[in-house]
């Protein structure tokens, strides 16, 4: 008997990417195999993403074109998952416009895939099953990793903040973290198997633990995460900078497994705007928290996210996020403009930005980012630094790609038996967002 076939694309944050593992790891145990050729796959799967405005419209261009697919194949089964499905707006456009879609479930029900899969079949209608309260945590359920050396890690599910701008708390629900033993197995699981590097990931990290009914932190699951054997490299995110602990920046410091790495967005450089986003803290605070973990831990690295043209920001808003990003100094940065994400306090707001405006604003920030970025890259000008080999670069099949500790790109030419791998490697070029040398 021929062999089904799966094909699952990904939109969004790497809560998503894992999901998708996990929803492979489901299919594959159900006797489906994996290819990327949408015109040879039985079973089409598009795990999407309510943030970012422009992955919403990609997946409506993609269900669309999908309709001649389906008529061609009329055994291919169509679903969508993820975070847009929790909207019940969406699902309603879904099944009014898009009839060729077969299974609807959003970011709850994973684990119920199969049985979604056996009710379509005896039904022949679309199926949908979408969990508005995401209080379960559903252990036992592996994934299909995309490495074979470094692996995402759920700690937690959902957030508590509602910022104003974001729709994550009514799509992923609120917070639950998970039983600590259950982590740490899954891990010492990965690392017994050879994974040498681990995510941990959350909505926000950094109030992992509040949900346990004892008295178990952040800081506490790194340092025993910290003890597993075989486990080179520990990475998380993100982190909310409101939670972030003295004992958390103590751990970092101390744990010589997590890596010296901390995404910490301001969003807005505005006390006034990060108040109306609700961010619970001001640029204040936010500079005073990046002087604390500086001066714990000198040589780390410092990521952010940086929205451009929220709500009422003014130019003088604007200026203060300028001001503030020369002052910190990042490494690297996620910035986006801002755009309505219905059913946000934000999107009901007044004195919206016009495009124009945004886009002008948003090319000064990169103007003055990118200069900074390649000077943070100059201090690893004929470095030696330990890259965990990655891939073969897209672009040059003598290349490999991998990371250092702080999370810089490295290219390098090298063996691809090499991948998996942590090597040493002497930085010999430096670029605004890549470092390139040779291996020692």
């Not at 929790?86 to 895939?113: A, P, S």
């Not at 290349?399 to 490295?410: A, D, E, I």
Request: aromatic share 8%; net charge neutral.
């Amino acid at each position: 008997m021929k062999s089904k076939k799966y094909t699952i694309v990904t939109y969004g944050c790497q809560m998503n990417e894992h999901d998708s593992e996990k929803i492979s790891w489901i299919l594959e145990n159900m006797g489906y195999i994996w290819t990327d050729d949408k015109e040879d796959s039985d079973f089409i799967i598009y795990n999407t993403c309510l943030v970012r405005e422009n992955a919403e419209l990609k997946v409506y261009g993609q269900l669309g074109a999908l309709k001649d697919l389906k008529r061609k194949n009329p055994d291919l089964i169509l679903a969508v998952c993820g975070c847009m499905m929790q909207r019940e707006e969406i699902r309603n456009i879904i099944l009014r416009k898009y009839r060729h879609v077969d299974i609807i479930f959003g970011t709850g029900n994973i684990h119920k895939l199969p049985q979604l899969i056996n009710r379509y079949h005896q039904s022949n209608e679309t199926v949908v099953d979408v969990v508005e309260d995401n209080r379960e945590i559903v252990e036992n359920i592996d994934a299909n990793r995309k490495y074979s050396f470094k692996a995402y890690v759920n700690v937690m599910y959902g957030c508590n903040n509602f910022c104003t701008y974001c729709i994550v708390p009514y799509t992923r629900g609120r917070e639950r973290s998970r039983e600590p033993e259950n982590i740490i197995e899954e891990v010492r699981s990965l690392a017994e198997r050879g994974y040498k590097e681990i995510t941990l990931l959350g909505q926000n990290v950094n109030s992992y633990g509040k949900t346990l009914s004892y008295d178990y932190t952040f800081a506490n699951l790194l340092e025993d995460i910290n003890k597993i054997d075989g486990i080179k490299r520990i990475r998380f995110m993100t982190s909310h900078p409101k939670d972030l602990s003295d004992e958390l920046i103590e751990a970092m410091a101390s744990l010589d497994k997590v890596c010296e790495h901390l995404h910490l967005p301001i969003q807005s450089g505005s006390s006034r705007i990060l108040k109306v986003m609700n961010r619970k803290y001001t640029k204040e605070d936010y500079l005073r928290l990046v002087e604390k973990i500086r001066n714990r831990i000198p040589d780390i690295a410092l990521t952010t996210d940086i929205i451009v043209g929220f709500p009422g920001e003014t130019e003088e808003d604007f200026n203060e996020t300028l001001e503030l990003v020369k002052k910190v100094e990042y490494d690297s940065a996620f910035t986006f403009l801002y755009s309505i994400r219905e059913g946000t306090i934000a999107a009901r707001m007044e004195n919206q930005i016009p495009d124009d405006i945004k886009q002008e604003r948003f090319q000064r920030l990169l103007d003055t980012l990118y200069p900074i970025f390649y000077k943070k890259n100059l201090k690893y000008q004929d470095k030696v630094v330990e890259v965990l080999v990655e891939e073969v670069s897209k672009n040059n099949e003598k290349v490999l790609t991998g990371r250092t500790r702080h999370g810089k790109l490295v290219h390098f030419e090298g063996d691809k038996k090499l991948i998996g791998q942590l090597v040493d490697v002497k930085i010999d070029n430096v670029k605004t967002f890549t470092l390139e040398g040779h291996i020692i």
